[in-house]
């Protein structure tokens, strides 16, 4: 079953701009983790944020994580054409374990040169 | 420093030929192996899991089996290939305890 749901499904925004995708999950978990998809490539991790923290940041990434509504965001600033991707949250099995991480179905984000 | 590699990039099978997809690991040692399939505008769905060699687990009833005969080494592998099998194959590994995965590059077949 999903874990994680991402939203919107997709966003189309003009370069420059801030974009920002949620997802949510139900169950616990000790991390939460995004990852971007280029067209037909495999998926790279960008961000890791865990249970404890509630916000991080990495280069024009943004990530918030809020345990108590279960929530998460992924926040690009100064938006740029290469920005053009998938993007995932992923979240571990509870007590770390190694099962494959749990995947929403991506919010798709187009940005507009 | 570690790398993934997976092939073929693209592949086009008929209906019941068999299925041998490979991937293979680089500068690490006892990964933790996945393979995942993406249908066309969808999330990852994991299929199988690799703890070590020869140790498999299965997260879903399928047309598919898996193999890990070395320990950087994982296989993914059908006898007859079903129209449903198309999609996005993709390998990764983790060092495990739920941190970040590395992904291959994705095999993408096509079955007809």
């Known amino acids: 079953s999903q874990q994680g749901e991402e939203d919107p499904q997709a966003l189309s925004i003009q370069e420059g701009e801030n974009a920002t995708m949620n997802c949510s999950y139900k169950?616990?978990?000790?991390?939460l983790q995004w990852y971007r998809q280029n067209s037909g490539r495999g998926l790279v991790h960008l961000i890791l944020?865990?249970?404890?923290?509630r916000e991080k940041h990495s280069g024009r990434l943004r990530v918030t994580l809020d345990t108590s509504k279960k929530s998460s965001s992924l926040l690009i600033t100064a938006s740029r054409a290469a920005d053009t991707a998938s993007y995932f949250c992923?979240?571990?099995?509870?007590?770390?374990?190694?099962?494959?991480?749990?995947f929403g179905k991506g919010t798709h984000l187009i940005i507009q040169p | 420093s570690q790398t993934i590699h997976q092939w073929p990039a693209t592949l086009v099978q008929p209906v019941g030929s068999p299925l041998s997809l490979e991937c293979t690991v680089e500068?690490?040692?006892?990964?933790?192996l996945y393979w995942y399939r993406q249908a066309a505008g969808r999330g990852l769905q994991l299929l199988f899991y690799?703890?070590?060699?020869?140790?498999i687990s299965s997260e879903v009833p399928q047309n598919l089996s898996a193999s890990r005969p070395q320990d950087r080494q994982f296989i993914l592998s059908s006898k007859k290939l079903l129209l449903s099998d198309s999609g996005f194959y993709l390998c990764?590994?983790?060092?495990?305890?739920?941190?970040?995965?590395?992904f291959g590059s994705g095999t993408r077949l096509t079955v007809v």
């Open positions: 992923a979240t571990p099995p509870a007590g770390g374990g190694a099962d494959g991480l749990t």
């Open positions: 990764a590994w983790s060092v495990g305890g739920g941190l970040g995965y590395t």
């Open positions: 690799s703890v070590g060699i020869g140790q």
């Open positions: 944020i865990r249970s404890n923290e």
């Open positions: 169950t616990s978990i000790n991390n």
């Open positions: 500068g690490t040692s006892n990964p933790n």
